[in-house]
């Protein structure tokens, strides 16, 4: 296994000169787990030397969620934490759970899974910004901006470290003026925490097989906005969710609507990529959800601020890959601790950077045992109780309620476990399926169309970089999926990258990747595999704010 070398593009690339920097670990991700896991680590041992690595430009800036969090890790993690609170910090104070038709609205009864009394909501985003300056105050050394472009291996095939990508690099391949090339960062163990769908751990997994013997991996795309409207509307710390409409029966979605102080409010709207109607579009059901009679008033005459989207890992216990190789580990939503029920993952990040923490310091900075160590946790224990609510759905809500109501009674007791199918290979062709009338209506509040969206991302890629949208064959595109599927990158993606065009030389697939904000649901849903999302240039992307 370890002399596999199927993603090893050292060899591919001529030789340049690289600067070398060397610590005991490099962490690849500024987010939850990866924050937790350096402060955890040089709590336990100071004088450990750790890097931490975040492709986005600031810390933060690429990290979304809805968010309300359970403390428990965290109050484990920083106890005092509360004398100095993140910047969007409400404590929870009632949930509301409600069934939506097309015109009304049922109130169901809250889930236990999901009642958050002691719980807060917060900013991941900001939370994460605020995390950082108290990993550095431990010794931590973390660079924004710095995006991994692929892992460094030694001769048996050990994981030995990361390699920047290059700066300066034209869309053509060629150097411009400014070019820089990426240094090597190499360490004693390198920590993968790079979130859902992390492009460095999918080579990985297929590299050294981490997947055999695991359900493949599930995915959902969340996207949420935050908004400003009138303070008296707004009553901070209530928390509503939603099922139904507009979804399907047969398409797994929800949204969610969090209450925050100063007149915000947090919504959005979660999209299961299991889906099979080649005509279903994420991003405009979001909209016409926002557009219903029970939300839209809460929102008339206020102002967005802020949106984006991202992928939510959803396989649960069935899906988890072996999280442990020669030379590296994997953390938080990379390796995919996600409770789909209770909607939060946040929690587990805080556990398993910390867990992760505390078996690194105790053997020598080795990731022998790291699997076991953590399927052995709580954080997998809870996940074993919940691992059948998600797969149910498949078979229509109802089954997939009635189902979650067994689960929830028995604590997962089931002697089943149903299994998981890729994303990729949901989606139903053309002919096959008929597409139902979801009653989608006029949609009359911002923002009116995908760009628009994406201007409220605040998305920025340098136009003369390389394409970090690897489609490795665009044939298929115009010839077989235009016939079978009818196109849908065009509808799955919500920032409008991939477009079908008629020009001259015929209907071609145009790629706009200066609009992509890293969600990573064209690589996920792709029904034939062909798109490979890489990472841009370090700081290219969204620029979150508060989300």
């Given at each position: 296994m370890a002399g596999q070398h199927a993603e090893n593009t050292m060899s591919e690339t001529?030789?340049?000169?690289?600067?070398?920097?060397?610590?005991?670990?490099?962490?690849?991700?500024?987010?939850?787990?990866?924050?937790?896991?350096?402060?955890?680590?040089?709590?336990?041992?100071?004088?450990?030397?750790?890097?931490?690595?975040?492709?986005?430009?600031?810390?933060?800036?690429?990290?979304?969620?809805?968010?309300?969090i359970e403390t428990g890790?965290?109050?484990?993690?920083?106890?005092?934490?509360?004398?100095?609170?993140?910047?969007?910090?409400?404590?929870?104070?009632?949930?509301?759970?409600?069934?939506?038709?097309?015109?009304?609205?049922?109130?169901?009864?809250?889930?236990?899974?999901?009642?958050?009394?002691?719980?807060?909501?917060?900013?991941?985003?900001?939370?994460?910004?605020?995390?950082?300056p108290q990993a550095e105050a431990l010794g931590v050394e973390i660079y924004p901006g710095f995006a991994a472009s692929e892992t460094l291996h030694d001769e048996s095939g050990a994981v030995i470290?990361?390699?920047?990508g290059d700066m300066g690099v034209a869309k053509d391949g060629s150097h411009k003026p400014g070019y820089t090339p990426g240094i090597d960062i190499r360490a004693k163990v390198t920590v993968l925490a790079e979130g859902a769908r992390g492009h460095l751990t999918k080579r990985l997994v297929k590299q050294f097989r981490l997947d055999e013997g695991h359900d493949p991996q599930t995915y959902s795309i969340g996207i949420k906005e935050?908004?400003?409207?009138?303070?008296?509307?707004?009553?901070?710390?209530?928390?509503?969710?939603?099922?139904?409409?507009?979804?399907?029966?047969?398409?797994?979605?929800?949204?969610?609507?969090?209450?925050?102080?100063?007149g915000r409010i947090a919504l959005g709207?979660?999209?299961?990529?299991?889906?099979?109607?080649?005509?279903?579009?994420?991003?405009?059901?979001?909209q016409q959800w926002k557009n219903h009679p029970s939300v839209k008033p809460l929102l008339e005459g206020g102002n967005i601020v802020s949106a984006g989207a991202r992928a939510i890992v959803t396989g649960g216990w069935q899906s988890l890959p072996t999280c442990e190789m020669p030379g590296a580990i994997l953390i938080g939503d990379t390796a995919g601790l996600l409770n789909v029920p209770k909607i939060k993952g946040t929690h587990q990040a805080f556990r398993s950077g910390m867990l992760a923490a505390e078996h690194l310091a105790a053997n020598a900075l080795s990731p022998a045992g790291w699997d076991a160590k953590l399927r052995g946790?709580?954080?997998?224990?809870?996940?074993?109780?919940?691992?059948?609510v998600k797969p149910a759905f498949k078979r229509g809500l109802w089954f997939g309620l009635l189902n979650a109501a067994w689960e929830t009674v028995t604590r997962g007791k089931s002697p089943w476990t149903l299994k998981?199918?890729?994303?990729?290979?949901?989606?139903?062709?053309?002919?096959?399926?008929?597409?139902?009338?979801?009653?989608?209506?006029?949609?009359?509040?911002?923002?009116?169309?995908?760009?628009?969206?994406?201007?409220?991302?605040?998305?920025?890629?340098?136009?003369?970089?390389?394409?970090?949208?690897?489609?490795?064959?665009?044939?298929?595109?115009v010839e077989r999926c235009t016939v079978e599927y009818g196109n849908p990158c065009t509808r799955f993606c919500p920032a409008g990258v991939y477009e079908m065009v008629e020009d001259s030389e015929g209907r071609r697939l145009q790629i706009n990747a200066a609009n992509c904000v890293h969600c990573k649901t064209c690589d996920i849903k792709d029904p034939y595999e062909i798109i490979n999302w890489v990472t841009p240039e370090g700081g290219s992307g969204p620029n979150y704010q508060m989300l």
């Open positions: 001529p030789e340049i000169e690289r600067d070398v920097m060397e610590y005991d670990v490099v962490t690849v991700g500024a987010g939850p787990a990866g924050l937790s896991f350096a402060i955890r680590l040089k709590q336990l041992n100071p004088d450990i030397s750790v890097c931490v690595i975040e492709k986005a430009s600031t810390i933060g800036a690429h990290i979304l969620s809805g968010a309300v890790p965290l109050d484990a993690l920083l106890p005092n934490w509360r004398d100095n609170p993140p910047p969007v910090c409400v404590p929870a104070k009632e949930d509301e759970f409600w069934l939506l038709s097309k015109t009304g609205a049922r109130k169901l009864p809250v889930p236990p899974g999901m009642n958050n009394h002691g719980n807060v909501i917060v900013s991941l985003s900001a939370m994460c910004a605020w995390l950082a470290g990361v390699r920047i935050l908004w400003q409207v009138p303070e008296e509307r707004v009553t901070p710390g209530k928390i509503v969710h939603t099922l139904g409409w507009p979804a399907d029966n047969a398409t797994y979605g929800g949204s969610f609507l969090y209450h925050l102080d100063k709207f979660v999209s299961g990529l299991d889906y099979k109607d080649p005509n279903y579009r994420p991003w405009e059901a979001f946790s709580e954080a997998m224990a809870e996940l074993r109780e919940v691992r059948n998981n199918k890729p994303d990729w290979c949901q989606m139903e062709k053309l002919a096959e399926y008929e597409s139902p009338d979801r009653g989608w209506g006029e949609r009359t509040l911002a923002p009116r169309d995908r760009l628009a969206g994406v201007y409220f991302a605040a998305t920025e890629h340098d136009e003369d970089q390389p394409v970090h949208l690897k489609v490795l064959d665009t044939s298929i595109c």
